[in-house]
């Protein structure tokens, strides 16, 4: 089976540090990272969907408030030693959590293997805790609300967030646009297309019919429609996951692109 090869893999290969025969380079090491990075991520999401499903049918976690309580501690220390440690044991908390021994014990590996580089990305790439603290939040909110659905969104989500942050770091196409917010259509006319943002705005209207900042506007409110229909997240929650820290805003956003307040959208989904 592939997954069991892919776990063998990791078990005998340090794939951040130790490179096979005839590759060479940060490229070849940042794909054998990214590889690790994605099986975590797989375990990961699979067991916060787990974990939620269990906190849903009544099972208490504890340890995961009191895992949280100990990464927003070490954020606002501004402590990245003390943070890892906690961002490690609070992820082991989700997968204890999840129920099953043997998807801790796979995640454990994984996990084990990568630790060097999430203690340095940590340190050089989240310059700012307390955000990264808020990611972890979010997540331990979605698990514990029983929401499988938010609770797999929220995993894949934090697990991908350093790779924005090396892509843009590298000055990568998509890394800057992806994670800057303020101006996207600035940062993708400089770094994806190469032209002036006027004439990219241009371009996006004769392909697209309809403006890019519109683009992305459509994109959030779609992803906005689809947390309210298939999560039970609160309105504040989805405004913040889509970019919105005005949650009157959003809603008037979402009015205009919907039809309907946020929260008749959903009534009328669960109809």
Same mark, same amino acid.
């Given at each position: ?24 380079? @940060? ?112 997540? @331990? ?10 609770? *797999? ?8 967030? @350093? ?5 843009? *770091? ?13 101006? =996207? ?11 002036? =943002? ?74």
């Amino acid at each position: 089976m592939a997954y069991e090869s892919t776990i063998w893999a990791v078990l005998g290969f340090d794939f951040a540090y130790t490179l096979p025969p005839g590759a060479f380079g @940060v490229t070849h090491v940042l794909d054998h990272l990214k590889a690790q990075c994605d099986l975590r991520a797989h375990i990961e999401v699979f067991g916060a969907r787990r974990a939620a499903e269990r906190c849903a049918a009544g099972t208490r976690a504890p340890d995961l408030a009191t895992r949280l309580d100990a990464v927003e501690a070490a954020a606002r220390a501004r402590d990245p030693a003390a943070f890892h440690r906690a961002d490690w044991r609070l992820h082991r908390a989700v997968m204890d959590t999840s129920g099953i021994p043997t998807l801790r014990d796979a995640w454990q590996v994984v996990a084990d293997a990568l630790a060097r580089f999430s203690r340095q990305s940590v340190k050089r790439h989240w310059p700012d805790l307390l955000q990264l603290a808020d990611e972890h939040r979010f997540y @331990v909110q979605a698990v514990l609300s029983g929401d499988a659905y938010a609770a *797999e969104d929220a995993a894949a989500t934090h697990l991908d967030g @350093v790779w924005y942050r090396i892509a843009e *770091e590298r000055g990568e196409p998509g890394g800057e646009a992806k994670v800057d917010r303020r101006d =996207p259509l600035q940062r993708a006319a400089r770094d994806v297309s190469h032209v002036c =943002p006027g004439h990219l705005s241009r371009l996006f209207q004769k392909r697209y019919g309809l403006g890019f900042q519109a683009y992305v506007q459509r994109l959030r409110m779609d992803k906005a429609a689809e947390l309210l229909s298939r999560s039970s997240l609160p309105v504040n929650a989805v405004a913040r996951r889509v970019g919105y820290a005005d949650v009157s805003r959003f809603c008037q956003h979402f009015r205009r692109h919907a039809g309907s307040t946020p929260r008749a959208y959903r009534r009328g989904r669960a109809m």
